[in-house]
């Protein structure tokens, strides 16, 4: 399955930039160039994921990654990736919730010195940067938006949930993430709206939802409320 949606997916960027390739007069070459460099980049990017190792062991204190639910900031504690759940834990990953990754296109080339980025609106990504084991350079300026918390009616309103999570991939469209008007999305509920308005890109061509795909993975951590 997998395969195939990256076929799709490589056939589709490629259909794009061939589309958007401008002439040399053109006015509007260099922002169809950076269309171009962060398609490329974002194609290359989910290659790595879907084949690339995850959960790979660290020492030191467990990480702590801030996600959206309903608006609100909540904590990822510790985060454990399992590669290919879909297949390999089919029941785990039917009773998982979702964890929408949205990814900001401010790091085409995968660099690791850039450091902390600011949106021309002001935002700065609630992960700038995280670099996950098993998770591509390019992917490393993103938001987390979850479906549940603590407290929310998901696993009952205990200071820390344990839920299973499905790993769901989504790209900001750079003319949306780069406008000086930006608002970035911050709750499960706000996404299927933004992606008809074109707030993301259409990665997954040919299936059901263009904007979203499934990697197949299940990420296991606690999900700690910020007043635990």
């Given at each position: ?45 989910l290659l790595v994921l879907f084949w690339g190792h995850a959960g790979v ?121 780069l406008s000086p008007t930006f608002t970035p999305i911050t709750s499960a ?40």
């Amino acid at each position: 399955m997998l395969s195939i949606m990256l076929t799709k997916l490589v056939a589709s960027l490629q259909r794009t930039r061939v589309a958007r390739r401008p002439a040399q007069s053109d006015p509007a070459r260099s922002t169809e160039e950076r269309w171009t460099t962060i398609r490329t980049g974002l194609m290359a990017m989910l290659l790595v994921l879907f084949w690339g190792h995850a959960g790979v062991a660290t020492a030191g204190k467990p990480e702590l990654d801030p996600s959206y639910v309903d608006g609100k900031i909540y904590y990822m504690i510790g985060p454990h990736v399992i590669v290919n759940a879909i297949t390999t834990h089919p029941q785990l990953y039917a009773q998982s919730e979702e964890l929408y990754l949205l990814v900001y296109p401010l790091n085409p080339t995968g660099s690791t010195t850039l450091g902390q980025l600011t949106l021309p609106s002001g935002y700065q990504p609630n992960c700038d940067p995280c670099f996950h084991p098993g998770i591509p350079l390019q992917f490393a300026y993103h938001d987390h938006v979850l479906t549940g918390a603590p407290g929310l009616g998901k696993d009952g309103t205990a200071g820390v949930m344990k839920a299973p999570w499905k790993i769901i991939l989504l790209m900001y469209n750079p003319a949306v993430a780069l406008s000086p008007t930006f608002t970035p999305i911050t709750s499960a509920s706000d996404i299927d709206a933004a992606e008809a308005a074109g707030t993301f890109l259409p990665i997954n061509s040919g299936a059901e939802n263009p904007y979203e795909i499934e990697t197949g993975n299940v990420l296991i951590c606690p999900l700690v409320s910020p007043n635990a």
